[in-house]
Each structure stands twice: as structure tokens, then as C-alpha cells.
């Protein structure tokens, strides 16, 4: 008789089983990033388990009614047993319980065919770059490094684009990350981006000149880095054209996949912030 298989919350006591298991597929596996992740998704992160042996993980977080679905993994020796599909069934599960009423992933080639299987429909191409080296662009007067007081003021205007919530995640980035706003008088905020540990995103902005002055602030801001990186949706050209003039490159390529209702993704939306988050 096989092994008995579950698939469960993640205790406080299991976060180890959760960094042998992202370092056994190759994802950052340090202490703080395992515990930054289960603070930020709280009981939407599962393990599944054959037996006593955690294989397989997956995230799920809701923006009120956007979810995201995430960090589905499973160890390279437990492959091809459906374990990829469960895990994602379990975590759209739970976020419908949660009310969402749209449930987003990033998909490779490979997991195309699974999520659309699972009701999935395709969506924009997501490009990851990476920049780095010395960039010349247009910067602005009107940009100004992010202070915790106006951190209302930012999320008041993501939540009048962006289709869902991220208050938490803002809340989350502000913390860890430097911010720089764009203020259009009479002290409108028309834009904002974030930057550090090695990324830049979020990245929202009214129009493309706006947005070039805040990545001009952000790449400013980290000289120390050797290189960042960011997502974009493929379709929005401007934000192309601006990583593409800073000599960026496309690292990495993935499929924007939705399931439930449709999503209107916002011209201002310039850069992402986590593609496993939202």
C-alpha cells in the first residue's frame, strides 16, 4: 500500500520542511525570505505530504477579490503524479472560499497545459528583465523618496487601479523596500515605484513620462546593486521601450493565466511586484 497523501497548513514548527523544499527546486531558501512569505500569506500557505515527507508546496493570497496563486512546487522525485494539479485545485479552493472572484498565476510552457485544464484562460506574456550597468533617463523634480506618513496616499491610489487590494502588500513592501512617489501639484499623487533587495516593483504611473522619472529615481537610489530585477506585462510597450532603452534583458518568460471573472489590467500599471503575490 503507497504512502498516504495530505495536503495541509503550514505550522510555525514545519517552516524547515518549506526551505528544503524550495532549495531542493532551486528558489531562495534562506530563514528570513520562508518566514517573510508565511507571515505575508498567513494560512494560504500548504505543504503537500506523501506520507511523512513534505514534496510539494503551493501559495495562495487574496486581494479582497483578486487572488493570487503561487510557489507551486514539488520535488523533482514525486513529478508526474499529479501533485502540480492538486496543489493548485486545493489553493483555488481556498481562495474562493476567501470570496475572490478572479484567481491569477504565472505559468511556464510547461504548466500551461495543466492550468488550462484546470479552467485557466491565457492572458498577457509576462517579461522578466534584469537591469543593470549605467542608464540614462529623464528624471523629474516632482519625484520624491516615499515616506511610512504617506503610505495611505499610496495605497489610496492603488486601489483606484490596480483590480484588487494589496494594502498588505504595500504595507509589507514599505517596510523592506525604498519608495519614491510622484507628486503633481497641487500635491496629487500621479504614481509610485519600489525598489530593494535586488527588484524594483511595484511600479505604477499616471502616463510613460511619469513613469520614466520614478524608475529614473529608483535606479539612482541603487548604485550598490549590480543588477535588479522586474516583470512587466509584455503589452504595455512604454514600459518596454524604458527597460529596453536602460539596455535591460529579458531573463525569464511566462504566461499571465486567469480563472473566473475577466480582469481589466491597468494602463498604469508599469511593473509588477510579485509574481507569486500580485
Known amino acids: 500500500m503507497g504512502a498516504s497523501v495530505a495536503i495541509e497548513p503550514v505550522r510555525s514548527d514545519q517552516l524547515g520542511a518549506v526551505r528544503q523544499l524550495r532549495a531542493a527546486v532551486g528558489w531562495q531558501a534562506d530563514s528570513r525570505s520562508v518566514q517573510e512569505l508565511a507571515d505575508l500569506v498567513g494560512p494560504g500557505l500548504f505543504l503537500l505530504w506523501e506520507g511523512d515527507r513534505a514534496v510539494g508546496m503551493v501559495s495562495a493570497i487574496a486581494h479582497?477579490?483578486?487572488?493570487?496563486?503561487?510557489?507551486?512546487?514539488?520535488?523533482?522525485?514525486?513529478?508526474?503524479?499529479?501533485?502540480g494539479t492538486s496543489l493548485t485545485q486545493w489553493a483555488m479552493g481556498f481562495l474562493l472560499e476567501q470570496g475572490v472572484k478572479?484567481?491569477?498565476?504565472e505559468a511556464t510552457a510547461l504548466g500551461e497545459p495543466v492550468y488550462r485544464r484546470l479552467g485557466f484562460r491565457e492572458g498577457p506574456q509576462t517579461?522578466?528583465?534584469?537591469?543593470?550597468?549605467?542608464?540614462?533617463?529623464?528624471?523629474?523634480?516632482?519625484?520624491f523618496s516615499a515616506n511610512p506618513?504617506?503610505?495611505?496616499?499610496?495605497?489610496?491610489?492603488?486601489?483606484?487601479?490596480?483590480?484588487?487590494?494589496?494594502?498588505?502588500?504595500?504595507?509589507?513592501?514599505?517596510?523592506?523596500?525604498?519608495?519614491?512617489?510622484?507628486?503633481?501639484?497641487?500635491?496629487?499623487?500621479?504614481?509610485?515605484i519600489f525598489v530593494g533587495e535586488g527588484a524594483i516593483g511595484p511600479w505604477m504611473a499616471d502616463d510613460p513620462r511619469i513613469a520614466e522619472a520614478l524608475l529614473a529615481a529608483a535606479l539612482s537610489a541603487t548604485h550598490f546593486w549590480s543588477s535588479l530585477h522586474i516583470s512587466i506585462f509584455a503589452d504595455n510597450q512604454a514600459a518596454c521601450h524604458l527597460l529596453?532603452?536602460?539596455?535591460?534583458?529579458?531573463?525569464m518568460r511566462t504566461r499571465h493565466m486567469e480563472y473566473g471573472a475577466t480582469v481589466r489590467w491597468p494602463k498604469q500599471l508599469f511593473g509588477l511586484g510579485d509574481l507569486a503575490l500580485g
Open 127 to 143: 517579461d522578466s528583465y534584469l537591469v543593470g550597468g549605467r542608464v540614462h533617463l529623464h528624471g523629474s523634480e516632482a519625484v
Open 149 to 192: 506618513r504617506q503610505l495611505d496616499t499610496i495605497v489610496s491610489y492603488d486601489r483606484s487601479h490596480y483590480p484588487g487590494d494589496r494594502e498588505r502588500l504595500l504595507r509589507f513592501w514599505m517596510a523592506r523596500r525604498r519608495a519614491f512617489v510622484y507628486w503633481d501639484h497641487p500635491m496629487q499623487l500621479r504614481g509610485y
Open 64 to 83: 479582497k477579490t483578486l487572488g493570487y496563486i503561487g510557489n507551486v512546487a514539488v520535488l523533482p522525485a514525486y513529478r508526474h503524479r499529479g501533485y
Open 244 to 251: 529596453e532603452s536602460c539596455g535591460a534583458s529579458i531573463t
Open 102 to 105: 478572479t484567481i491569477a498565476l
